[in-house]
C-alpha cells in the first residue's frame, strides 16, 4: 500500500476518533482583572452554576485539581453546598465564610451557539498515465470526488468570575467559548484548563508547581 492511501485511510479514522473520544477545544474570547489587585487568593470556593448535578461536581472538582496544583487552596461548593445551589445570598456567604474562603470562582453558561459552515468538494489529482487497467481502476477508486457540505458545529460560551469575598469585588472575569464535541467531562476538563492557564498568565494564580 503506498503512503497516500494509508493517509487517504487514516487520516478520516483518526478525525473520527478524535471526534468519539472528545476532541474538545476551547478558546478565551476575553479577559478584564482589576488593575489594583496584584495578589493571589489564598482560598478559593468553586461554583459551577448548572442544573446537572453530576456535571456540576466534575466541573468543580477538576477546577479545585488544577488550582491546588498552583499552590492555592480551593474547595468545591458541591461539598458544602449539596444538592441545588440556594439562591440565598446570605447562606452562601455563610457557607464561604465557615470554610475560610477569601475568594469566590463563579462560572455559568451564557448561551450555546450554532455556526454553519459550507465545505467545497475537493477533487484528487490522477497520474497522467496507468500501467494497467486494474491499476487504473484501483487508483480511480480510492481518488473519487468528495462533493461539498454543509457543516454545523456547536459552541458553548461560558462567562467565569472571580469575586473577593471580603469586599465582594469582582478581581477577574473571562469569556470563553468550546466546542461542544465528544463526552460532557471532555468539554469541561477542556473548559477548565483554558481557564486556570488564563488564571495563571494572568498572575490570579500562581505558576505550576
Same mark, same amino acid.
Given at each position: 500500500m503506498t503512503l497516500l492511501k494509508m493517509l487517504i485511510r487514516i487520516v478520516p479514522a483518526a478525525l473520527a476518533l478524535c471526534a468519539l473520544t472528545g476532541c474538545a477545544t476551547?478558546?478565551?474570547?476575553?479577559?478584564?482583572?482589576?488593575?489594583?489587585?496584584?495578589g493571589h487568593p489564598?482560598?478559593?470556593m468553586v461554583i459551577g452554576m448548572t442544573?446537572?448535578? /453530576?456535571?456540576?461536581?466534575?466541573?468543580?472538582?477538576?477546577?479545585?485539581?488544577?488550582i491546588k496544583s498552583r499552590g492555592t487552596d480551593a474547595v468545591a461548593s458541591y461539598t458544602v453546598l449539596p444538592g441545588k445551589l440556594d439562591t440565598?445570598?446570605?447562606?452562601?456567604?455563610?457557607?464561604?465564610?465557615?470554610?475560610?474562603?477569601?475568594?469566590? @470562582?463563579?462560572?455559568?453558561? @451564557?448561551?450555546?451557539?450554532?455556526?454553519?459552515?459550507?465545505?467545497?468538494? /475537493?477533487v484528487d489529482p @490522477?497520474?497522467?498515465?496507468? /500501467?494497467?487497467?486494474?491499476?487504473?481502476?484501483?487508483?480511480?477508486?480510492?481518488?473519487?470526488?468528495?462533493p461539498g457540505y454543509m457543516a454545523e458545529e456547536r459552541?458553548?460560551?461560558v462567562e467565569t468570575s472571580l469575586y473577593d469575598t471580603t469586599d465582594d469585588r469582582l478581581l477577574w472575569?473571562?469569556?470563553?467559548? /468550546?466546542?461542544?464535541?465528544?463526552?460532557?467531562?471532555q468539554q469541561i476538563k477542556s473548559i477548565v484548563k483554558a481557564?486556570?492557564?488564563?488564571?495563571?498568565?494572568?498572575?490570579?494564580?500562581k505558576p505550576l508547581q
Open positions: 476551547t478558546e478565551i474570547s476575553s479577559t478584564w482583572k482589576d488593575p489594583a489587585y496584584h489564598n482560598r478559593i442544573k446537572q448535578i /453530576t456535571n456540576r461536581r466534575v466541573f468543580e472538582d477538576e477546577f479545585v485539581r488544577l440565598d445570598h446570605a447562606a452562601i456567604t455563610a457557607a464561604m465564610k465557615r470554610q475560610g474562603t477569601d475568594a469566590v @470562582l463563579i462560572t455559568r453558561l @451564557l448561551e450555546i451557539k450554532t455556526e454553519s459552515t459550507y465545505v467545497p468538494g /475537493t @490522477l497520474p497522467m498515465r496507468y /500501467t494497467s487497467w486494474s491499476y487504473h481502476y484501483r487508483f480511480g477508486y480510492d481518488m473519487m470526488y468528495s459552541y458553548a460560551v472575569s473571562a469569556k470563553s467559548r /468550546t466546542e461542544l464535541k465528544g463526552a460532557d467531562h481557564l486556570v492557564s488564563s488564571m495563571t498568565e494572568e498572575q490570579i494564580l
